[in-house]
């Protein structure tokens, strides 16, 4: 497999259970390293000693995203230090991600608790969440799989537009997504199916 992604592309990747498309998104992130051939960002190979820095550029969102029994603020900003948060960037993440009129309607806003695992959240939420922190870490590339898999496909939609809105106001970011149904893909540049 060869390909090449240029910098603010949405890339789609599909094809049938068992291609190899989660072994090509963990290859991508850097979780595995290739028994041949190479990766390579920017022109520089991906190797063990550039590989946290690529992975410090990166977001990820999977389709069960890991919430803490916390506040949203907490789990958008996930490991900073409460005294650390940079309130401004945590409001630029959440409103890309579409989550602002939802927080808008919580009695604590965005220091409102979500319960164990998210417990109090819908699966959407819990997806903008994912995006939101992907953010707000400052991601330069953004990797989703399967994100929407689990939800109904109003809530999916509702996911796609809010990568859509993203994808349109940041024409430098770029987006990889893994996605078993092509109405997740609609917004790609293109669409990589694996056979």
Same mark, same amino acid.
């Given at each position: +497999?060869?390909?090449?992604?240029?910098?603010?592309?949405?890339?789609?990747?599909?094809?049938?259970?068992?291609?190899?498309?989660?072994?090509?998104?963990?290859?991508?992130?850097? @979780?595995?390293?290739?028994?041949?051939?190479?990766?390579?960002?920017?022109?520089?190979?991906?190797? *063990?000693?550039?590989?946290?820095?690529?992975?410090? *550029?990166?977001?990820?969102?999977?389709?069960?995203?890991? @919430?803490?029994?916390?506040?949203?603020?907490?789990?958008?900003?996930?490991?900073?230090?409460?005294?650390?948060?940079?309130?401004?960037?945590?409001?630029?993440?959440?409103? *890309?991600?579409? +989550?602002?009129?939802?927080?808008?309607?919580?009695?604590?806003?965005?220091?409102?608790?979500?319960?164990?695992?998210?417990?109090?959240?819908?699966?959407?939420?819990?997806?903008?969440?994912?995006?939101?922190?992907?953010?707000?870490?400052?991601?330069?590339?953004?990797?989703?799989?399967?994100?929407?898999?689990?939800?109904?496909?109003?809530?999916?939609?509702?996911?796609?537009?809010?990568?859509?809105? +993203?994808?349109?106001?940041?024409?430098?970011?770029?987006?990889?997504?893994?996605?078993?149904?092509?109405?997740?893909?609609?917004?790609?540049?293109?669409?990589?199916?694996?056979?």
């Amino acid at each position: +497999l060869s390909f090449t992604i240029a910098k603010g592309e949405k890339i789609g990747i599909n094809g049938r259970s068992g291609a190899g498309k989660t072994t090509l998104f963990n290859l991508l992130l850097g @979780l595995y390293s290739p028994t041949s051939g190479e990766i390579t960002i920017d022109g520089q190979p991906l190797t *063990a000693d550039n590989r946290r820095k690529w992975q410090n *550029a990166i977001g990820y969102v999977s389709q069960s995203v890991f @919430l803490t029994d916390s506040t949203l603020l907490s789990n958008i900003a996930l490991g900073c230090d409460s005294q650390s948060i940079d309130l401004e960037r945590v409001e630029r993440a959440v409103k *890309a991600a579409s +989550l602002d009129e939802f927080i808008s309607k919580l009695p604590n806003g965005i220091n409102t608790r979500i319960g164990e695992c998210g417990a109090l959240l819908s699966g959407g939420q819990r997806q903008r969440i994912g995006i939101a922190r992907a953010l707000y870490k400052g991601a330069d590339v953004l990797f989703f799989d399967e994100a929407t898999s689990s939800l109904d496909s109003q809530t999916e939609q509702s996911i796609n537009e809010a990568i859509t809105a +993203l994808a349109n106001s940041n024409k430098s970011l770029t987006i990889v997504v893994i996605a078993h149904r092509d109405s997740s893909l609609t917004y790609c540049d293109r669409v990589i199916t694996l056979k």
